[in-house]
T-cell receptor, first 115, second 114 residues
């Protein structure tokens, strides 16, 4: 059974510092890995999706890396801003032929960027 | 750009009551999903559907039922509400399974069972 872990559960940094968020998974046979942002009382917004054949994806100040063999992904957020305060979740989709684009989620990292 | 719409946003139920959480999407996605999120935890899949008339169980289906009569709608039914079903429920949709497109989420329904 795929298990996804995110450590730490919470993180507080001063504005301007780079953020490093970690995600680990137990089954390396993944189809893709996604990073989501969740604001309080809101749904999830997809930030980056890394296909299993890719090593990283970038969007603006965000960069996500993927190491399938070690079962790890890292989300980097450069020059953090107070608006980056949110909960960040990673989710993996297994490479299986069965129907359904099912995701397994980590517990999330709650980030606070202090002005 | 409505995307995925969930109603209601909040609800309080008494133990033993029943209710239906509504979910509709306007992106013509074949795949739809229901998740629950408990405080401080990630999301767990309750049920999913790969198209109209086809549904299947996820990780935590007990106490819930679903139906998918149209591409747009995927309601989730609680028949006998229990305190353990207090949670935030999210509906999501995506294109067909072999794509690398992300799932799109609604804003959630916050449900309390007292």
């Amino acid at each position: 059974k795929q298990e996804v872990t995110q450590i730490p559960a919470a993180l507080s940094v001063p504005e301007g510092e780079n953020l490093v968020l970690n995600c680990s998974f137990t089954d390396s046979a993944i189809y893709n890995l996604q990073w989501f942002r969740q604001d309080p009382g809101k749904g999830l917004t997809s930030l980056l999706l890394i296909q299993s054949s890719q090593r990283e994806q970038t969007s603006g100040r965000l960069n996500a890396s993927l190491d399938k063999s070690s079962g790890r992904s890292t989300l980097y957020i450069a020059a953090s801003q107070p608006g980056d305060s949110a909960t960040y979740l990673c989710a993996v989709r297994l490479e299986i032929k069965a129907a359904g684009n099912k995701l397994t989620f980590g517990g999330g990292t709650r980030v606070l960027v202090k002005p | 750009n409505a995307g995925v719409t969930q109603t209601p946003k909040f609800r309080i139920l008494k133990i033993g009551q029943s209710m239906t959480l509504q979910c509709t999407q306007d992106m013509n996605h074949n795949y739809m999903y229901w998740y629950r999120q408990d405080p401080g935890m990630g999301l767990k899949l309750i049920y999913y559907s790969v198209g109209a008339g086809i549904t299947d169980k996820g990780e935590v289906p007990n106490g819930y039922n679903v139906s998918r009569s149209t591409t747009e709608d995927f309601p989730l039914r609680l028949e006998l509400a229990a305190p353990s079903q207090t949670s935030v429920y999210f509906c999501a949709s995506s294109t067909t399974g072999r794509s690398n497109q992300p799932q799109h989420f609604g804003d959630g329904t916050r449900l309390s069972i007292l």
